[in-house]
């Protein structure tokens, strides 16, 4: 057929591709339809599930070559509706597009033209695209999967949410930040398809943005997840999901060792729900059967490894005498992170993470998520969009840019402390080293067997008291005190002082808190200048 405009004449035929998959499996409590995180290695990623738009997928040159009107129009994007056409798989109503009568829901169409204005210019067409009727598919699309041609953890952490295109129509090599606190809809039936999930709306910006889409989308393709939920801190994250998958009256099982604000939400917000609480050795086994057969379980939660002892669960054992009574598995992975471990394909159902430490990476943003199947997600992403806690898209932004270092800082950071750990067990001013890739390390068979490295924090009890071990930690010139980890920059606290001053040295000593205990997060800087630094200091002593 003829083109419409001279466009048309200047571009071939768009490429479109479909939004990020959204569920359809768990009401959205406010929206009705939303996008999601969903990365599923063996998916086409071509296909979009349920109701959606399709995005047009724009030659490198065209958007340089719309009016300025047009660029005007496009230069801020909601919910990535530049130039895009409607689909609906329902039948549609009086008031659908031409683009959504074009689906037929019992058989497939193709679709003829459609021509796109911008402004009062009418710029593209598209000629000849088949659909069905289950999944809006463009013809010849090749439905690329990330494992065709992305072969490591790296290349995944740096392109999966991105190199295969997201819901924000851009040639642009890095993915814009949209900054909006709201989605408009162009009329009022646009509005009520969307609450009767024919069309797909972020709606509010609590309840998702497409920044913050793409990361998700990269962080299940790392962990192998349906589904990943991103918020604004670690604590928000495992917060979140305790109040959403826990009843009231429940009980949960968790371990000796862990990050004491998570303890102190364990201990006293969630008994004001009525939820207990069994507390056992990371390494008891024989405890948690006993709990499991004796109590009505819903959640076996901890860390691994663990903080600041860097202890370490049998994930693959504890998944499976959890799932034996129904009871969920989550593991707070940050220490580890994706790279080193992957916990959901050990058995558990969901894994959390602080993405202010190393996926971030770089000291400046704060975050969380949880990943999993789409129909434990979904659940916790209805309540966290009633408690709030969203992640500002520009955070998000960070943690996309600070991932695709995540391979080079982790394989650096492992390198370091692993190296690091073996010279401060041999130093004559050191009693004991924790960490996992040490022989010594009470789980470190179990580590070699379920980790690919051990990570980038050693903790170590120095030779002497409070104040000796405090001179330690003044003398070091490289490291920053301070109470993270994680980062491009090493950072080294006390815990005693940084994490537990509030408490008596015996009640610090009841969770192994030792006046002289260090914890030390290795950075990537080189590895001689850490050495001299760490080795100058404990000569001070």
């Known amino acids: 057929m003829a083109a419409v405009s001279s466009y048309a004449r200047a571009f071939p035929s768009f490429e479109c591709r479909s939004e990020p998959d959204f569920s359809g499996s768990l009401p959205h409590p406010k929206a009705g339809v939303r996008f999601s995180g969903k990365y599923n290695s063996g998916s086409n990623r071509s296909q979009v599930y349920g109701l959606s738009s399709l995005i047009f997928r724009f030659p490198p040159n065209f958007v340089r070559q719309l009016s300025i009107k047009a660029r005007r129009?496009?230069?801020?994007?909601?919910?990535?509706?530049?130039?895009?056409?409607?689909?609906?798989?329902?039948?549609?109503?009086?008031?659908?597009?031409?683009a959504a009568n074009a689906v037929d829901s019992s058989a497939s169409a193709a679709v003829t033209s459609i021509g796109i204005t911008a402004g009062d210019e009418e710029v593209a067409v598209v000629e000849n695209a088949d659909c069905n009727d289950q999944n809006v598919q463009i013809k010849g699309s090749t439905g690329v999967k990330y494992a065709s041609f992305l072969n490591s953890d790296g290349s995944v952490a740096i392109h999966a949410g991105e190199r295969l295109g997201r819901g924000i129509v851009t040639d642009a090599i890095t993915t814009p930040v949209v900054n909006t606190s709201a989605y408009f809809f162009n009329k009022t039936s646009d509005l009520i398809d969307f609450k009767e999930k024919r069309r797909a709306s972020f709606e509010y910006g609590r309840y998702g943005n497409p920044t913050t889409v793409v990361l998700e989308e990269k962080i299940s393709a790392l962990e192998g997840a349906e589904s990943t939920l991103i918020v604004a801190s670690g604590m928000c994250a495992s917060t979140v999901m305790f109040l959403a998958l826990v009843p009231a009256g429940g009980h949960i099982?968790?371990?000796?060792?862990?990050?004491?604000?998570?303890?102190v939400f364990i201990e006293t917000i969630l008994p004001k729900m009525g939820i207990t609480a069994t507390v056992i050795d990371p390494a008891d086994m024989g405890t948690l059967e006993l709990t499991l057969n004796q109590k009505k379980v819903d959640l076996f939660f901890t860390e691994s490894p663990t903080n600041p002892f860097l202890r370490c669960v049998d994930i693959e054992l504890v998944s499976k005498l959890c799932r034996e009574k129904g009871a969920l598995v989550c593991i707070d992975g940050t220490f580890a992170t994706p790279l080193n471990q992957k916990a959901l394909a050990l058995g558990a159902d969901l894994v959390v993470h602080s993405a202010t430490k190393f996926l971030g990476g770089h000291?400046?943003?704060?975050?969380?998520?949880i990943s999993g199947p789409e129909k434990l997600v979904s659940v916790i992403r209805n309540l966290h969009h009633i408690l709030g806690g969203a992640l500002n898209p520009n955070a998000a932004y960070l943690i996309i840019r600070g991932m695709k270092t995540l391979h080079l800082r982790v394989q650096q950071q492992n390198s370091t402390a692993l190296r690091m750990a073996e010279i401060l067990e041999a130093h004559p001013k050191v009693k004991h080293v924790y960490y996992p890739g040490l022989p010594s390390h009470p789980e470190y068979h179990l580590a070699k067997k379920q980790m690919t490295g051990f990570g980038g924090v050693v903790s170590f009890e120095v030779d002497g008291d409070l104040l000796t071990t405090a001179k330690f930690v003044d003398a070091l010139r490289i490291p920053y005190i301070a109470p993270s980890f994680g980062g491009c920059e090493s950072i080294v606290d006390q815990p005693a002082i940084m994490s537990y001053w509030d408490l008596s040295q015996s009640d610090r000593a009841k969770y192994g808190i030792l006046d002289n205990l260090v914890r030390f997060s290795f950075g990537v800087e080189d590895f001689d200048d850490v050495k001299a630094d760490v080795l100058q200091a404990l000569d001070s002593i």
Request: glycine letters at 6%.
């Open 73 to 98: 129009n496009c230069s801020n994007i909601g919910v990535a509706q530049v130039v895009a056409a409607s689909w609906s798989n329902n039948q549609a109503g009086p008031e659908f597009t031409p």
């Open 253 to 263: 099982v968790t371990t000796t060792d862990c990050y004491r604000k998570t303890r």
């Open 363 to 369: 000291n400046d943003v704060l975050a969380g998520c």
